[in-house]
């Protein structure tokens, strides 16, 4: 089983000057405790499930790369990418260049996007939902193909690459891990099956059924459903040790490899999770 935590709030005590610290801070820790992985959201404004919209939000991969220079082996990625932000080739040259400065550590988290609100805010296009899906795929497809060293044109309905070239390669092979955020059963988790390494879904009642579409999807694909990981994200208004070992053990027996704590404002979860996981190495997930 492996650990991850999420930062999706930077309301610290002393103001902007402190987040860097801060943050900073927190990334060492997780690394020194031996979380497998660290995470940010990619908004440009606070989501109304963590805060308002005027709360600190940083830049997702600028935050990352800073992450990077302050840890030395965990796993960094978005959770996830917001596939209107970003041109595909700009993204993968982004991923790319965060996984050399790690030394092979990063992921591309990506998803169809959802925060209207920053779009129009920000001046973002925001197409309709159908679109975004076929945005997405483009993106994964655009991907793999400079990830393979694939420099041949690619024109797609919304995105034309003469010449997707991605030098230096990434230094994860065969390249960073994919991973797919949301529990759509009709296109994301069909999108995981064929193009993705992992998926992200909620930890929520639907979960055991998700994965159920999933393996689904695989079958179809012809795709072997344990080479997927299935990363879940979770929070807790009061974590604790016991809390946190309990929510990784009921997690396991639902089949998940991944448990992605989400450290909510004011919270300090890094101590918390550096003492759970001595009690969680003999976990397994349900069908390993």
């Not at 801070?25 to 940010?40: N, P």
């Not at 955020?181 to 390494?197: C, I, N, P, S």
């Not at 979960?207 to 072997?224: A, M």
Request: hydrophobic fraction near 35%.
């Amino acid at each position: 089983m492996r650990i991850g935590i999420q930062v999706p709030s930077f309301t610290y005590p002393g103001g902007p000057e402190q987040i860097g610290p801060t943050f900073g801070r927190i990334a060492r820790e997780a690394d020194e405790a031996g979380l497998h992985s660290f995470w940010v959201m990619d908004h440009f404004f606070q989501i109304h499930q963590v805060g308002p919209s005027e709360e600190p939000m940083l830049e997702a991969y600028s935050s990352l790369a800073y992450a990077a220079a302050l840890t030395e082996r965990i796993t960094l990625g978005a959770l996830v990418t917001g596939v209107t932000y970003r041109h595909p080739g700009i993204l993968v040259k982004t991923v790319t260049t965060l996984d050399v400065l790690s030394g092979g550590r990063a992921w591309l988290g990506i998803g169809a996007a959802w925060n209207d609100e920053e779009s129009r805010g920000l001046g973002v296009a925001f197409p309709p939902t159908a679109e975004r899906f076929e945005r997405l795929e483009e993106t994964l497809k655009i991907a793999g193909r400079m990830w393979r060293g694939d420099e041949s044109p690619f024109k797609g309905r919304h995105f034309e690459l003469e010449r997707p070239l991605n030098s230096p390669p990434a230094v994860r092979r065969p390249h960073p891990p994919v991973l797919i955020g949301g529990g759509g059963e009709k296109k994301t988790l069909r999108f995981v099956a064929k193009y993705a390494d992992a998926c992200n879904l909620s930890d929520n009642d639907e979960l055991p059924r998700k994965l159920d579409v999933l393996r689904e999807h695989c079958d179809r694909e012809g795709r072997d459903y344990d080479e997927i990981e299935k990363t879940t994200i979770t929070a807790a208004d009061e974590p604790s040790v016991g809390a946190a070992v309990d929510t990784i053990g009921r997690l396991a027996e639902r089949g998940v490899d991944h448990v992605i704590f989400s450290q909510l404002t004011g919270q300090e979860l890094t101590a918390i999770l550096a003492e759970a996981l001595p009690q969680t190495e003999k976990i397994t997930p349900a069908g390993r």
